[in-house]
Structures are given as structure tokens and as C-alpha cells.
């Protein structure tokens, strides 16, 4: 990158949009300029139902971060979920046509066209093609094929897609509030940018986010994507079944939820007592912390479980030494890692984000995840292109040099 770059991330969910704009220096590391939220408006469970609704939360968020950092922006890296997100495997088969059967960067681009080319209906669309690994005539695992000699090669991927009138839709309201979409990213993969090591996506990872009206999820194994899903369920139907259970507002069930929820009923004291704060001068009342419990539990546990199940149809196996890491808003409430741990019978724990330059450590929050991934990704996507020469052509690159360059691209999100 000739000069340090500016971007935004837009993390558009069905509580709160977030936005965040940091600067990218050349060497790739993101300085946070500005972090700002507001409440949503306009989605339910990570889909925009009502445009005008959606752009006046939207500018909002926008004008405010421009605010904080001094800049004003154009372009803006958009983070979407929800259950409409879907990864397919796929693999894309070329021959080697040069005499002396050496694979060059070519091949792998004209490996990863044919991985795409296969009959996509007409209500999806293409987000990412996230490479996994290779094969050379025959020789699986293969990370790295630049340089090697064989006839065939093999690429291994899983194609990204979502919704093509969503994403329509999330366009649609960017323009219409004055801005350009750079770049649509889905939200698990920022998720992992701003949360996972590389050693754990080598040792295999499966990370959920909980936001309130959706919960996304992305595993790793050997250091790629090999499942991204989701469900449209969430934190906000935990507090949607609190208020119809105690018959209380919406407002006090979630104050209830963050203050004194726990979702795994064996965590709680049996003898343990909660106040629940009415509305109107009325007195609170007292209960036990068990039977709020009894009521949070069968929600997340059917999130989780949702998720387990999607696994199972996608016959996602193997080594997950890695655990299940969890974030998003949801993952704060008490018990979601003894639940999580139970039922998908990993060890679970919380994620929380790097702490970039600039960033308040208010904001190390699990919470903030995705808006912080958003621009963290796309850092690492220029970065990626850069170091591996940004183009299909160029001379020759020694080959401990270049090696190191190709893995970055590899890892480049298409």
C-alpha cells in the first residue's frame, strides 16, 4: 500500500448498527479512529424489513463515527448474517499446460474459476471463495503448490454465499443514505479476524456469534473454513420469553436477563434470590434465580442445538481441539459456556477481539466483534494481495520470498 488507508465497518444488526473507521498503515496494522452504536432500527434478525427505517439508524451511527474521527467517508465494508449465509464445498479441477508441468498462479486462479462455475439458483450470490487446500495428481493436503510439478491440480474451496435480495437490500440502503458499498464481508469471517489465532483455526475451531436476533457460526480445521451457518434465533428471543413468562416489558426482561440470567440451571443455587423491578412506583418483587434460569436455558439450549444439527447435516467432523469460542452480546450471559461446552461436548470459551491501536478497552467486548473484524479483515485482504504481488502476472520471486507471499494470498478472502 503506497498510503495509509481509511475504512469503515458497518455491522447492521437487529438491536444496535455499529460502526467503526480505523486507519490501515502500511505495514497493515489498523489504528481504531472511532467506535460508535445506535439503536437499531428496521431489522429483524439480521434482515432489513423496513429501508427507511434501516437508513436513518444507519446515517446515524455514520455521522457520529465521522464525527469522533475527524474524516468523512464514501466507502464502507458492509458485515452481513443470519441463517440465509451458507457454505458449500466445492472443487475445482484444471491440467497443467506447461512443458515443464511447473503449477503457477495461473493454474490456481483458473482452478478457482472452475470451483465457482457450478449452477448457483437465482435468489443467491457469491460472497467469498475461501480456499482449503490443494491437490496435485492425487496428493491431498497440499497448502502451497506454486513451483511443484504435476499434471493435475485440484483446489479445494467453499463457496460463501447469501441471500441476493438481502444483500440487495443492504446495498440499497447504504446508497441510499449517500455512501458506497466497498465491500460485503459475511460476519463470521470478521468474526475470526478479530478473534481467532491462526493456531486456532489450525487445531480446529467452531466460533458462534449471539447477537439478539441471529446466531452465525464458522468452523476451522487444518487452518481454513470448512462450515459457515446460522440460525434466526438469538439473545432477543431469550429476553422475548422472559417478558411473556413474568408477563413484563421487554425493557425489564432484558435488564432482568443481563443483570441476574444464567442459561445453565446446574450453575445456579437452588436457594439463590433475584429481585425483579417492576414498572408504574409498583414494589419489586423477589424470586429464585433457578426459575429464571429454567426459563433461559430451553432457548439457548435449542440454539446450540439448531446449530449441532446443522453440523451433523453437513457432516462436519474431525478434530476440534480448538474448542467452541463464543461472541457476540449473547456470549455474556452467565452459563453460555457451560451450556455450549454440554452440548456440543468441547471445551467453550469467551472470544473477545484484539486489542487494536487506538481502541478503548471498553470496547475489548465480545460485543464488538464483527464491527471490529469488518475492517480488520479487509487490512489483511489488501495487505495479502500486496505482499503476493497483486496481480496474476510478475517475474519470478525467490522461492523462500514468494513462498511466504503465496500463503498470504491464499488466505486473501475472493
Known sequence: MATDKIMMGLDIGSSWVRAMIGTVSKDGTVVVDSLCEHPSEGVRHGTIVNIEQAIRSITSVISEAELQAGVEIQQ??????????????????????????????????????????FELPLDREILHTLVQDFRVDGRDGIKDPIDMLG??????????????????????????????????????????????SIEEKEMGTSLINIGSGTTNMIVYANGAPIFTGGVSLGGGNVTDDIAFI?????????????????CHIPSVDSS????????????????????????????????????????E??????????G????????????????????????????????????DRSYINPRYTTTLGLVMSEARRIRD????????????????????????????IF
Open 76 to 117: 464502507i465494508i458492509i458485515g452481513i448474517g443470519g441463517e440465509h449465509i451458507e457454505g458449500i464445498p466445492s472443487q475445482g479441477v484444471v491440467g497443467i499446460n506447461a512443458k515443464d508441468q511447473e503449477i503457477k498462479r495461473e493454474d490456481i486462479f483458473r482452478s478457482l474459476e472452475v470451483a465457482r462455475a
Open 151 to 196: 499434471h493435475r491440480l485440484e483446489s479445494r474451496v467453499l463457496i460463501v454465499t447469501a441471500s441476493a435480495s438481502v444483500c440487495q437490500n443492504e446495498r440499497k440502503c447504504i446508497e441510499r443514505a449517500g455512501f458506497q458499498v466497498q465491500r460485503l464481508v459475511a460476519q463470521q469471517l470478521a468474526d475470526a479476524e478479530a478473534v481467532l
Open 246 to 262: 413474568l408477563n413484563k416489558p421487554k425493557i425489564i426482561a432484558e435488564q432482568v436477563k443481563c443483570e441476574s440470567g444464567n
Open 272 to 311: 439463590e434470590m433475584i429481585i425483579i423491578p417492576q414498572i408504574g412506583g409498583l414494589p419489586s418483587i423477589k424470586m429464585p434465580k433457578r426459575e429464571l434460569s429454567k426459563i433461559i436455558e430451553p432457548r439457548m439450549a435449542e440454539i446450540f442445538s439448531l446449530l449441532q444439527v446443522e453440523l
Open 313 to 322: 447435516k453437513k457432516q462436519v467432523r474431525g478434530s476440534f481441539g480448538g
Open 324 to 359: 467452541v469460542v463464543l461472541v457476540g452480546g449473547g456470549a455474556l450471559l452467565s452459563g453460555a459456556t457451560e451450556l455450549a461446552s454440554e452440548i456440543f461436548r468441547l471445551p467453550a470459551r469467551i472470544g473477545f477481539p484484539e486489542a487494536l491501536h487506538g481502541l
Open 385 to 412: 494481495q500486496s505482499t503476493s504481488g497483486g496481480s496474476r502476472g510478475g517475474r519470478k520471486k525467490s522461492s523462500t520470498s514468494f513462498g511466504r507471499r503465496v500463503k498470504g494470498f491464499f488466505r486473501t
